[in-house]
């Protein structure tokens, strides 16, 4: 495939609502040493995306300026010989930023091939919530076979991909979701449990439907507003994973001895700044226990609408409306 000179992107002047997001051009980078250029034929919509362009999530130093976490499409050069994948190889893969254009360059180590039976919008909705799954609920939550886990936001791209993964790995899931859409959308991906968070109080059933003792880990994107009735949910040795902070970050008055009393542990991390190495291990383990489940057909993305590239800033607004179930997907090329 001919490699242009310029390419078009997704680009916004300032922070501001989906409106400052336009239709831009730049020059098509190029791949240095372990890089890949990738002619992107899809990307994918994630809320970090909404939270840059609010002026509300710095982007790391070194990092692409420009919006977009991951995409899907052709690999047309690569930087050197050594990054295992050759001109022509379908891949998707975890951007570090610029992926809302026809052209990004990705660490080799960030992008995984296609699985099976994809296309490129099914393939451009896995890198970001897959990543941050697994890293958040299996290697740093250490879910195991017969846990309990409560996912909040059920019905998101996160709550979506955690409610398979959880039950595909034995695990018993149980999420919050508001809506009646998405509790039987949650129900059908295989959650145990589906709470409206608009008409009952999560911490209230859990702890009736667990018996009083609690669920083992909870994968959070409230923040503040949930935290205490998260601690109060957890069982003995209970895990809680933060991941974004919806409802605040700051928690006024807090009790820290029940921390102590129920051995509980806290964790919180974004995707974005963890370094190149630690995103190649997660893609490691990616490839090999979770792409042979997606081949096999047990767990797959949820895909909610497709908007061509121009539209960003309508995606960006159902992102913002929270009516979407699973993932909201740029068509951006073909091959």
Sequence with gaps: MPIPSQMNH???SGPGGPQVLHLATALVPEPVGGELLIHVEAAGINRPDVLQRSGHYPVPPGANQHLGLEVAGEVVAV?????GFKVGDKVCALTNGGGYATHV?????QALPWPKGYDAIRAAALPETYFT???????MGHLKSGDTVLLHGGGSGIGTTATQLAREFGAHPFVTVGSESKREACLKLG???????REQDFQKVILE???GRGVDVILDIMGAVYFARNLASLAMDG?????AFLGGTTVKEFNLAQIMAKRLSITGSAMRP??????AVIAAELKAKVWPVLEAGRCAPVIHAVFPLAKAADAHRLMESSDHIGKIVLQVGAA
């Design 191 to 197: 959650a145990e449990l589906v709470i409206n968070h």
């Design 133 to 139: 799954v697994w890293a958040n609920l299996f290697q």
């Design 79 to 83: 930087g050197s010989a050594d990054t």
């Design 10 to 12: 997704i680009a916004f």
């Design 239 to 243: 895990r809680l994973l933060l991941l």
């Design 274 to 279: 963890r370094t190149t190495k630690e995103k």
């Design 209 to 211: 439907h667990t018996q």
């Design 105 to 109: 360059t990705v660490p080799a180590t």
